[in-house]
């Protein structure tokens, strides 16, 4: 039973050619009826000539809905000339109106439903009844015109349902293209993120450890205390370079359970002092001063200005030369956080602070400015007048919109 309702609904036509066929024999069985009667005027010829037309009509409704309207009215004129009664086989016109109605142009639904409003009126008209009173013949034509404006209003509301559930498909479609857009936008977001938070740990930690293996292998011989003390430190050093690893894979490991204090917090303003004596330790002089009075800042804030100053001292020890010192000045503002970091050295290659670096470096700038982004606020980088690289940069204390 499914296969013969998915065979009729692919072969539409088939099936109209089929009602067309039980059409044509009723109004045969009409016309033949009527050619007896003692008032019929009309010819048997005409009479089934014009009701195979019109079952034609009903056969080909759907594959040519405007040109099928058009002999649906040449039909009708042509019963009104030839004195042609109706029959059976007029079914046809509220067929075809129904159809331009609900899928043909919009000039065939107009023309369609002007004439079913006249079809009745044009009926009494023609084929009166003498002996009936006016009121009666107006109530006739009354009658024989609903058939036809409640065939256009339904093919009219179908199309209407159509366009309906067409528009929501499109909306839906537009909709999930969207979300795949956001996701894609926030996968990208996220990877951008844990790739500056990455670039953040490994940079500063890295260099630390390298500058200590490299004092530590210079006097090992000569003052191994400071050897074993500069290897303390490039143990101590890794492990905090472990810890905030640990914590960056603790975000991607999406759906596990992890037992608590397994990953440290986000790095704050407060931990800048701690970072400062790690980059005294490291042999990089450090001047870090705090102005203004401290005060709990935003997380997103506090983890932006503790990145500024990590990566502006890492890049102060691998820019700014062997004998370079750096300042460090945070000063609170009412509505805002001040950064200021400057260093004496022989600052950064023009084209890392510039164009963001040529095969693969300055990602520190680039991410410096992104974050500096996030939270609305303003970065500043360049070259000291007198020597040396300095870093501004200004956090407000509102969330950007």
Not at 77 to 92: E, G, I, T
Not at 97 to 102: D, S
Not at 130 to 156: C, E, N
Request: hydrophobic share 45%.
């Amino acid at each position: 039973m499914q296969r013969l309702y998915d065979f009729l609904r692919r072969h539409p036509t088939w099936v109209d050619s089929f009602w067309a066929v039980v059409l044509f024999g009723l109004s045969c069985v009409s016309v033949t009826n009527l050619s007896g009667a003692r008032n019929y005027h009309g010819s048997l010829f005409a009479g089934l000539t014009i009701s195979a037309v019109l079952c034609v009509v009903v056969a080909l409704r759907r594959r040519m809905p405007e040109a099928m309207l058009l002999v649906a009215v040449a039909m009708g004129l042509a019963q009104l000339v030839l004195d042609q009664q109706p029959v059976a086989a007029d079914f046809a016109m509220l067929v075809i109106i129904f159809t331009v109605a609900a899928d043909g142009a919009r000039w065939a639904s107009r023309v369609g439903l002007i004439g079913g409003l006249c079809a009745g009126t044009l009926a009494q008209t023609r084929w009166a009844d003498h002996h009936a009173s006016p009121l009666s013949t107006v109530a006739v034509a009354v009658f024989q015109t609903v058939p036809f404006a409640l065939a256009w209003v339904l093919g009219d509301s179908l199309r209407t349902r159509r366009a309906y559930l067409a528009q929501l498909e499109e909306r839906a479609a537009r909709l999930e293209k969207e979300r795949e857009a956001q996701a894609k936008v926030a996968v990208a977001a996220e990877r951008a993120r844990i790739a500056r938070e990455l670039h953040d740990v490994v940079a500063h930690n890295v260099s630390v450890m390298v500058v200590q293996a490299d004092g530590a292998a210079y006097v090992l011989d000569t003052a191994p205390d400071q050897a074993r003390k500069a290897l303390e430190t490039i143990s101590g050093t890794g492990r905090q370079a472990l810890a905030e690893m640990r914590r960056l894979l603790g975000v991607l490991r999406t759906g596990e359970h992890t037992e608590a204090g397994e990953y440290v917090p986000q790095p704050d303003v407060e931990q800048i002092d701690e970072l400062v004596e790690q980059c005294r330790s490291a042999g990089l002089p450090v001047d870090f001063k705090v102005e203004g009075t401290p005060r709990p800042l935003p997380s997103g804030v506090e983890l932006t200005a503790y990145r500024i100053v990590q990566e502006a001292l890492t890049n102060t020890r691998k820019h700014g030369g062997p004998n370079a010192g750096a300042s460090v000045r945070l000063v609170y503002f009412d509505d805002g956080l001040g950064l200021l970091v400057e260093d004496d050295g022989k600052g950064a290659p023009h084209e890392l602070y510039e164009e963001g670096g040529a095969d693969g470096q300055g990602h520190g700038l680039i991410g410096m400015r992104e974050r500096v982004g996030m939270v609305g606020g303003t970065l500043d980088a360049g070259p000291r007048p007198g020597g040396g690289f300095r870093i501004s940069a200004l956090l407000p204390l509102k969330p950007a919109h």
